[in-house]
């Protein structure tokens, strides 16, 4: 684009030095069919092209070939052309030439200049924005794992909660039975006694009526007679009804005292199973506490790690959607500040090798028109002799 817009603006140059020249010079497309005049009367100093025509003739057409210049060319024609001078159109298009060149350096180094920030930022910005992407990526991942972690722990929270829920309907349930259990228990041991110390009482008044148990409950052993079948005595006892222990009071007292001390025993037990469950229902109620706790508070900070790894997704998407124009705009940038035919540098040498060979030709047609202009002086005064003297 650069270089067509140079191109432009050199045929457009070409075209204008062409006009100049042909406006003052008086160059028409056909030749006319006018008389042929007189020899001039300056002729006698046109033989030849001065040696520094010829010499700004050879830098324009050396310069043309280097540069490719169709310009420079069209320049070294029109002063061939008029090459017995003057080379006033001819010096003012060079020097028109030379502002141009000098102009379209300006805006190349000022393009140049603009290339190089707008590089320079655009591929800063593409590393910034690439290790914005991995930043975001690196910490989307530490976010996922963590929140991973936490629904892992809450769902350990709540099935260990769940597990004490079932224990505690368990031990609640076997402590009903127990309970009921330890009840009966105290109440068929508080009802054998009762029952045996009442036959204990009935026994003890049938054998005080019929004396086998004196009021001061002591009594004399009983003799048997050697002739069992001569026994005509009354009714005797074969032992001892509180005799040790054997007697049936004995006896009864005995196992009353069983049932007493399993009384005891059970009313013991029940006391210290309900100790214990109690003691296990407040430590299930204490960890199911703090179980629930645990679970609600990492519930919640669950909801602010996904919060924070939904709002890093959209931020990574969005810096991956300026990545991209980034890379589209640096790449925008290629044709206009780095791709084609020819450097910046080449380009620039190029152009300062042609602006020198203008001038170099434009000093040399300068001082030929003012090695000329004497002459033309001297041949002006003659022709104004002549005359005179013909008058």
């Known amino acids: ?21 042909a406006k003052v010079t008086g160059v028409r497309t056909d030749a006319p069919s006018n008389p042929v005049p007189p020899p001039s ?8 092209a001065p040696k520094t025509v010829r010499r700004a003739l050879e830098l324009l057409r050396q310069e043309a070939r280097a540069a490719k210049s169709k310009v420079l060319e ?13 080379f006033d159109s001819v010096i003012n298009a060079i020097e028109k030439m030379i502002f141009r060149l000098m102009d379209e350096q300006k805006q190349e180094d000022d393009h140049k200049n603009w290339c190089d920030l707008e590089l320079s930022k655009t591929n800063r910005s593409i590393i910034d924005k690439k290790a914005k992407l991995d930043e975001l990526a690196v910490k989307i991942e530490g976010h996922d794992g963590r929140a991973m972690s936490l629904a892992s722990d809450i769902e350990e929270a709540i099935g260990r909660v769940a597990d004490i829920d079932k224990h505690v309907q368990e031990a609640t349930e076997i402590r009903k039975v127990g309970k009921q259990e330890n009840a009966l228990a105290v109440k068929d041991a508080q009802d054998a006694q009762t029952a045996i110390t009442q036959a204990i009482a009935v026994l003890e008044d049938f ?23 001569t026994w005509d005595s009354a009714y005797t006892h074969v032992a001892d009804p509180k005799a040790q222990p054997d007697g049936i009071v004995s006896v009864l007292e005995k196992v009353s005292a069983d049932f007493a001390q399993m009384e005891s ?28 706790k645990e679970a609600e508070m990492k519930q919640q900070e669950r909801q602010r790690v996904v919060q924070k790894k939904s709002d890093m997704e959209k931020e990574k998407k969005v810096v991956a959607q300026e990545h991209e124009a980034t890379k589209q705009y640096l790449s925008d940038l290629q044709p206009a500040c780095v791709e084609g035919s020819s450097t910046y540098e080449d380009r620039k040498a190029a152009r ?8 170099q030709a434009q000093d040399l047609l300068q001082n030929a028109f003012e090695e000329k202009a004497p002459a033309l002086q001297q041949v002006k005064r003659r022709g104004a002799l002549r005359g005179v003297l013909a008058a």
């Open 207 to 229: 054998y005080k009526s019929s004396g086998s148990i004196p009021a001061d409950f002591i009594q004399e052993p009983v003799k048997l007679p050697d002739e069992p079948s």
């Open 265 to 292: 025993e059970t009313k013991a037990q029940e006391e210290s199973d309900q100790e214990a469950f109690d003691a296990d229902m407040s430590d299930c109620e204490i960890n199911k506490a703090r179980l629930t």
């Open 352 to 359: 300062a090798d042609e602006i020198k060979a203008l001038t």
């Open 1 to 21: 684009e650069e270089r067509s817009k140079v191109r432009a603006g050199e045929q457009e140059a070409i075209k204008t030095a062409i006009a100049i020249l």
């Open 41 to 48: 009367p300056v002729a006698f100093i046109q033989v030849d």
């Open 74 to 86: 069209d320049l070294a024609e029109a002063v061939e052309r008029k090459k017995e001078g003057p």
